[in-house]
């Protein structure tokens, strides 16, 4: 089981930079293609005749590639991205965005060894993104990928793809990473968001305080996979009740006035402990596949 690298923020003198990292690998995850991101648009991706620092480079629309891999994977990269960006503003935001006035980068590092070099993070991480905000608005965003990570297309691309379409959409303040990492896990195919589900029950004697769940960055010590699980849980266990929409405007409210006083307005909890109460019955019920795991998404 490898383990999610510790988080980075980095305050900058010209707007925030926040790198977020892909959740850890879960044994024995599926290879398939997940069948949420069949790409179901047409996409224009454009090979540039020039590359740039030994890079070369694909554009579509929203995403920059920079890459020394075959066109065939560039191109599965660039229609898996921009329908991922499509499915999960729809999903979460609840309506469709107009282009990104800049586009992303991707890197597309030939193994783990060069991203891990490059991208300047631990190693076995499967993957990382980070973006800048600049006046209120998001200036650049990016995302670090190594090709022969198996997951690539179905699990790893759409969740820091994820990443990308929340940056930006809670202010200026990084997007709390129980939330971030929960609703990027929920890009991943079923089988891996059935696994982390799982594994809370497993863990029942390790788990979080939700309070403490909400407000904490990543973890420094072993916990971090139960910190993936719970997150994924809690979000999954919300969504449920009031949809997708409804819980990000959760989270931006619990951030502006307090989670105490969303969990009243958004979900008629009247605290945490009754929040606890309900999510514990949910969570540790988690054995066999849940229904709600493939219902997430539903307004
Ligand atoms: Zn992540």
Redesign the pocket.
């Known amino acids: 089981m490898t383990r999610?690298p510790a988080s980075i923020l980095l305050l900058l003198t010209s707007g925030l930079l926040v790198v977020?990292?892909?959740?850890p690998a879960p044994a024995g995850s599926p290879r398939r293609a997940s069948r949420h991101y069949a790409p179901r648009v047409a996409v224009p991706i454009r090979h540039l005749p020039d590359g740039v620092n030994g890079w070369s480079v694909a554009e579509t629309p929203n995403f920059r590639i920079y890459h020394q891999q075959s066109t065939r994977l560039v191109d599965d990269v660039a229609l898996i991205a921009e329908q991922t960006r499509v499915d999960m503003q729809d999903r979460w935001l609840g309506r469709v965005q107009g282009n990104w006035e800049q586009r992303c980068d991707i890197y597309l590092h030939a193994t783990g060894r060069d991203y891990w070099r490059s991208a300047g993070v631990p190693a076995l991480a499967r993957g990382s993104?980070r973006f800048t905000i600049r006046d209120g608005a998001v200036a650049s965003r990016s995302i670090d990928l190594p090709c022969d990570q198996p997951n690539l297309l179905a699990a790893v691309l759409p969740?820091?793809v994820t990443?990308m379409v929340l940056a930006g959409q809670f202010g200026d303040r990084p997007v709390p990473r129980w939330a971030?990492?929960g609703m990027?896990?929920l890009a991943e195919p079923d089988e891996v968001v059935e696994h982390h589900l799982r594994k809370v029950s497993r863990h029942r004697d390790e788990l979080f305080n939700l309070r403490l769940l909400v407000e904490m960055d990543y973890p420094k010590n072993r916990s971090v996979d139960v910190f993936y699980a719970q997150s994924v849980s809690l979000v999954n266990f919300l969504v449920g009740q009031r949809g997708a929409p409804e819980f990000v405007r959760f989270v931006k409210d619990g951030l502006r006035d307090g989670y105490g006083v969303a969990l009243r307005q958004h979900y008629g909890y009247r605290d945490f402990h009754d929040l606890d109460h309900d999510w514990a019955r949910y969570a540790l019920d988690q054995e066999s596949p849940h229904p709600e795991s493939a219902a997430v998404g539903t307004p």
Do not use: F, K, M, R
């Open positions: 999610c977020g990292e892909a959740s993104s969740h820091e990443h971030d990492e990027a896990v």
